[in-house]
């Protein structure tokens, strides 16, 4: 069977486009799925101290993603100040569990230092 020799060449041509199409989808997958690493502020990390109720917090522990609080009392906690900080919390007893997405061992190591100081 002869075929033309553009034949052949129009066939190559749609599977270097097929190839470059599936790169291409695949990175922009990628590059959808990662987001942008925020910088650690200290600012926030001073409000969810603040938030904590300050010289309420007795201890802090990381456990991957999740920061560990034990405080003394859980009426000194700002529940509106906390909400504001973006953290989803849970309270256990006197522990209270919180999502860090960002930094977390910097956050933790914050506290540590605050809880420390007092």
Known sequence: MNLPSYVYSII??????LIFFIFLMIF???KRWTEPKKP???EIAEKL?????GSNVKSVSLEHQRLKVLVSSLKQV????L???GFPAAVKGKEITLF????????????EDKTKEN
Do not use: S, W
């Open 12 to 17: 190559l041509f749609a599977i270097l486009f």
């Open 28 to 30: 922009i997958k990628k």
């Open 40 to 42: 650690f502020n200290p």
């Open 49 to 53: 101290y603040q938030a904590l109720g």
């Open 78 to 81: 700002k529940r509106e100040k």
């Open 83 to 85: 909400t504001e900080t």
């Open 100 to 111: 860090v997405r960002y930094y977390p061992e910097d956050m933790c190591h914050y506290l």
